[in-house]
C-alpha cells in the first residue's frame, strides 16, 4: 500500500515530467478568491490539470480551478495551486493535505496558504487582507499518523510576517479558526469563537499548515476577508459573495503576494 509520503513523491516526480521544470522553491495554495491575483506573479511556465498528476482530486468548489501552474520569479520557481481540495468534500484529510505534500516533495521550502474567511472585526470590510498569526483546528482531525509529535509553537513564520509589515505597513493579524464545513457557522458558534480568541473563520489551510510544518516548511498564512461572521451582520452568507470580494480585490492582492514572494 502506498503511503502518504510515497503517493507525494510520485505526483512530485509527475509533476517535473509534465512541467518541465525540476524543482520548485515556493508554493502558494490560492483560495476563495484569490484566483485573479495569480497574474500577478510571475512569468507562467507551464500549467496543468492537478488531475494529471497522481492522488488529486476534481475541484469540487467554484471559485477552485483546480489547475496547478509554474511560475517563473526572478531566480525562483513558484508552485501555485489554483485550488485546493477541502475536508468537507469527504475524501479525508490525507486528500486536503496532499498538494503540501507534493510541494514539499518537489522541493519547496516554504509554502503560502491562502483562504478567503469571515472576519470577526467590524473594522475588516470585505477584501481585507489579515496575516495568520495562529489558529485553532476544530475540525477534530490532523494530517500526522502515529507517534509524530510536531512542534506547532511558532507555525505561521514571524519572519514572513515580518517581512509582509515591511511590504505593507499596517496589516492586521489574527488567529484563523478552521471549521469542517461545509455549512457556515452559526452566530452562536461566531460567538464561541470569539471566547476562543479567533478572529478569522473559514475551512481551509490549518490542516495544510500542519501537513506543512511536519514537511519542515516555512508557512506564510494570508487570510482574504470576504465577509463579516455570521450574525454580525444580520444577513445570510453566500459562496457567491465570497467570490465577488475577491474578485474586487484581486489588484491590491496580486500586488502583495508579487511583492512578497520575491523576499521570501
Known amino acids: 500500500m502506498t503511503t502518504a509520503s510515497e503517493a507525494a513523491i510520485e505526483a512530485a516526480a509527475?509533476?517535473?515530467?509534465?512541467?518541465?521544470?525540476?524543482?520548485h522553491d515556493i508554493a502558494l495554495v490560492m483560495g476563495s478568491g484569490w484566483l485573479p491575483a495569480v497574474d500577478a506573479l510571475g512569468e507562467a511556465v507551464a500549467e496543468i490539470s492537478t488531475t494529471?498528476?497522481?492522488?488529486?482530486?476534481?475541484?469540487?468548489?467554484?471559485?477552485?480551478a483546480g489547475k496547478v501552474r509554474s511560475v517563473r520569479s526572478g531566480e525562483r520557481m513558484l508552485l501555485v495551486f489554483l485550488g485546493r481540495t477541502h475536508f468537507y468534500e469527504g475524501l479525508g484529510v490525507t486528500a486536503v493535505v496532499h498538494g503540501v505534500r507534493t510541494a514539499a516533495a518537489a522541493g519547496c521550502s516554504t509554502i503560502v496558504l491562502t483562504n478567503g474567511c469571515g472576519g470577526l472585526r467590524e473594522t475588516w470590510s470585505p477584501g481585507t487582507p489579515v496575516l495568520i498569526s495562529d489558529h485553532i483546528n476544530l475540525t477534530a482531525t490532523s494530517p500526522i499518523e502515529g507517534a509524530n509529535f510536531i512542534d506547532l509553537t511558532d507555525l505561521y513564520s514571524p519572519r514572513l510576517r515580518a517581512l509582509c509589515q515591511e511590504i505593507e505597513p499596517g496589516l492586521d493579524e489574527g488567529v484563523?479558526?478552521?471549521?469542517?464545513?461545509p455549512h457556515y457557522?452559526?452566530?452562536a458558534e461566531i460567538a464561541m469563537v470569539r471566547a476562543i480568541g479567533g478572529h478569522l473563520v473559514g475551512m481551509s489551510t490549518a490542516l495544510e499548515a500542519i501537513a506543512a510544518r511536519e514537511a519542515n516548511m516555512e508557512v506564510l498564512g494570508i487570510s482574504l476577508v470576504t465577509n463579516l461572521a455570521a450574525g454580525m451582520t444580520g444577513e445570510p452568507l453566500n459562496h457567491a459573495e465570497v467570490l465577488e470580494a475577491g474578485n474586487a480585490a484581486a489588484t491590491r492582492m496580486g500586488q502583495l503576494l508579487g511583492a512578497i514572494v520575491p523576499r521570501i
Open 185 to 187: 457557522e452559526t452566530p
Open 176 to 181: 484563523y479558526v478552521q471549521f469542517p464545513g
Open 52 to 64: 494529471d498528476l497522481p492522488g488529486f482530486a476534481a475541484p469540487a468548489v467554484a471559485g477552485h
Open 14 to 23: 509527475v509533476l517535473a515530467e509534465k512541467t518541465g521544470v525540476a524543482r
